[in-house]
C-alpha cells in the first residue's frame, strides 16, 4: 500500500478517535470510548506502516498537522466550536508548513 495512502488513513483513524473521544464525555459514554480506542490503535497501524517508507520526523509533522486542521474543521462544523483570527492563521501556517514539506522535501515520496 503506498506510503500516502496509509498516511491519510491513518490520519482520517485519528480524527474519528478525536471526535469520538469529545463525544465520549470523558469515557463515560461507552459506545464512544470504544469507538476512540479502536479509532487510535487503527491510526497507529497504519502510521506505522507510513514508517516504512518516510522518515518518522516528517510522517509525523504530516499526521499531527493534518490532523490539527482536520479536527479543527470537525469541531467547527459537528461540535460548533468557534476559531479566532489566530487560530485560523496558525492553522493556515501549518497547512503551509505541509505543504513545504511536500512540494520542496526530498524525504517523501513524490
Given at each position: 500500500m503506498p506510503a500516502y495512502l496509509t498516511l491519510i488513513i491513518a490520519v482520517?483513524?485519528?480524527t474519528i478517535g478525536t471526535s469520538a473521544l469529545t463525544a465520549s464525555q470523558q469515557f463515560s459514554r461507552l459506545l464512544p470510548s470504544v469507538l476512540t480506542l479502536v479509532a487510535y490503535a487503527a491510526s497507529f497501524y497504519f502510521l506505522s506502516l507510513t514508517l516504512r517508507h518516510m522518515p518518522v520526523g516528517v510522517v509525523y509533522a504530516l499526521w499531527s498537522?493534518?490532523?490539527i486542521v482536520l479536527i479543527a474543521v470537525i469541531g467547527y462544523l459537528v461540535f460548533g466550536q468557534k476559531l479566532d483570527l489566530p487560530a485560523v492563521i496558525g492553522m493556515l501556517m501549518i497547512g503551509g508548513g505541509i505543504a513545504v514539506i511536500?512540494?520542496?522535501s526530498n524525504t517523501t515520496p513524490h
Amino acid at each position: 500500500m503506498p506510503a500516502y495512502l496509509t498516511l491519510i488513513i491513518a490520519v482520517v483513524l485519528e480524527t474519528i478517535g478525536t471526535s469520538a473521544l469529545t463525544a465520549s464525555q470523558q469515557f463515560s459514554r461507552l459506545l464512544p470510548s470504544v469507538l476512540t480506542l479502536v479509532a487510535y490503535a487503527a491510526s497507529f497501524y497504519f502510521l506505522s506502516l507510513t514508517l516504512r517508507h518516510m522518515p518518522v520526523g516528517v510522517v509525523y509533522a504530516l499526521w499531527s498537522g493534518l490532523g490539527i486542521v482536520l479536527i479543527a474543521v470537525i469541531g467547527y462544523l459537528v461540535f460548533g466550536q468557534k476559531l479566532d483570527l489566530p487560530a485560523v492563521i496558525g492553522m493556515l501556517m501549518i497547512g503551509g508548513g505541509i505543504a513545504v514539506i511536500q512540494i520542496f522535501s526530498n524525504t517523501t515520496p513524490h
